[in-house]
């Protein structure tokens, strides 16, 4: 049994978010090992914790921990800071991963957006994006203990659609607010 | 896509897609609903991001010694990924009127789909997923009715054609109608074009051929 350990939420977190940005951006323009260190030592805990805690056994954690690591390499040119951060785009590599290997289904994607012609990214949205979604997670970290627990259970695999659909209380909807004015921003530059 | 939708997923639906907690044929449903509707698309990149702070917030877990270094040998196995984004663009170019998720279940495009006639001018094709939920298209000729039916679960019911009205309210395409037991309906298809959708339940099913109205109130298909 792998140890697991509390961890904390952290805040040298606003910087760290664009840092991480920065990292994958350098696995992407130049094959950048050390960044890619750092994002393994931050990350690769993380995600194999949520994996044990969704289920999987350790040995199963650490093999399908590297193959979203591995991903997240390859991928690297594929990832958007203006629509997504870093743990977002982890997290759901980690999810669909954890729906092939535990449950041996296929994973149907919303399709992509019709891109026009490549938009250069954006500096400032990219920042806004980064900073609301860290706004997010220390205002999740901050609710009561139970409404943490409901929403950890949920993204554990712990409540079936049901046992969401009857947790009336999740504040979801103040909580999520300003990652959403962030996107719709976005949405409207899309038009 | 800019369609007039007014009909939308809940929150519950979304939160469960991005967890990964929903059957295969609601996720069918919930992928194509967001290919068609910015608002839902926008709604599930909050639920994602949610997700991406639950994992940040995780307590950690040790990893294996050779953990780093193992992974950084699978790399340099498999480098390069660059033709991803090309494939993908390639892939969205045969649009055909369907949303992907649903195209990538067909095969293809409506032409390709096998229907078999369930009873009243309806047809299905359901489509192979994992067996704790089921998901089917329907076609309903222009200004015909799905045998009045209700339901023992969760139905959605997502408009990719024409539309359909109900007892409460009109469905047009990337409409979605969640509907749950206490809904007795009798979805007609409007006037004008045929209508098509992607249904998905997660009661146990017994939906295969329309029976005879008269043995409806007993079995409640």
């Known amino acids: 049994m792998a140890k697991v350990r509390q961890s904390g939420l952290k805040k040298s977190a606003a910087a760290d978010r664009m840092a991480w940005v920065a990292q994958v951006e350098a696995i992407r323009d130049r094959q950048d090992q050390a960044a890619f260190a750092e994002l393994f030592g931050h990350f690769a805990p993380r995600v194999k914790a949520f994996l044990m805690k969704s289920g999987a056994s350790p040995e199963l954690a650490e093999e399908c921990t590297q193959e979203v690591m591995t991903t997240l390499w390859r991928k690297a040119h594929m990832f958007d800071p203006a629509k997504a951060s870093v743990s977002t785009w982890i997290f759901t590599v980690a999810r669909n991963r954890k729906i092939d290997i535990l449950r041996k289904e296929r994973r149907p994607e919303p399709e992509d957006l019709p891109w026009g012609p490549e938009a250069e990214p954006e500096q400032g949205e990219a920042m806004v994006l980064q900073q609301e979604t860290r706004k997010l997670g220390q205002a999740i970290a901050d609710l009561p203990d139970k409404q943490k627990d409901l929403i950890l259970k949920a993204y554990y695999g712990e409540l079936s659609h049901s046992e969401i659909a009857e947790q009336t209380g999740l504040p979801l909807g103040t909580i999520k607010s300003r990652i959403r004015l962030a996107l719709d921003r976005l949405r409207r530059q899309m038009k | ?221």
């Open chain 2, 1 to 221: 896509m800019s369609r007039e939708i007014t009909h939308h997923l809940t929150d519950a639906l979304l939160m469960g897609y991005s967890a990964g907690v929903l059957p295969e044929a609601f996720n069918i449903i919930v992928a194509a609903h967001v290919s068609m509707c910015d608002e839902c698309r926008a709604r599930l990149a909050e639920f994602d991001a949610v997700g991406g702070e639950v994992v940040a917030m995780t307590e950690t877990a040790e990893m294996a010694p050779d953990s780093l270094s193992r992974t950084l040998a699978a790399i340099a196995d498999a480098p390069a990924d660059a033709n991803d984004a090309q494939e993908e663009h390639a892939a969205q170019g045969d649009a055909g009127g369907l949303p992907r998720p649903v195209r990538d279940y067909i095969g293809g495009d409506l032409q390709t789909v096998k229907w078999r006639r369930v009873g009243g001018g309806v047809r299905q094709a359901i489509l192979p997923t994992s067996a704790n939920a089921s998901a089917r298209l329907l076609h309903i000729p222009a200004g015909c009715a799905v045998p009045d039916h209700g339901h023992a679960g969760t139905e959605l019911t997502l408009v990719l054609q024409g539309a359909f009205r109900d007892d409460t309210d009109r469905f047009g395409a990337g409409d979605i109608e969640v509907a749950d037991e206490d809904l007795d309906h009798q979805p007609v298809a409007e006037e004008g074009v045929d209508c098509i959708c992607l249904a998905a339940t997660d009661a146990p099913l017994k939906f295969n051929s329309m029976l005879p109205k008269l043995a409806q109130p007993f079995l409640r298909i």
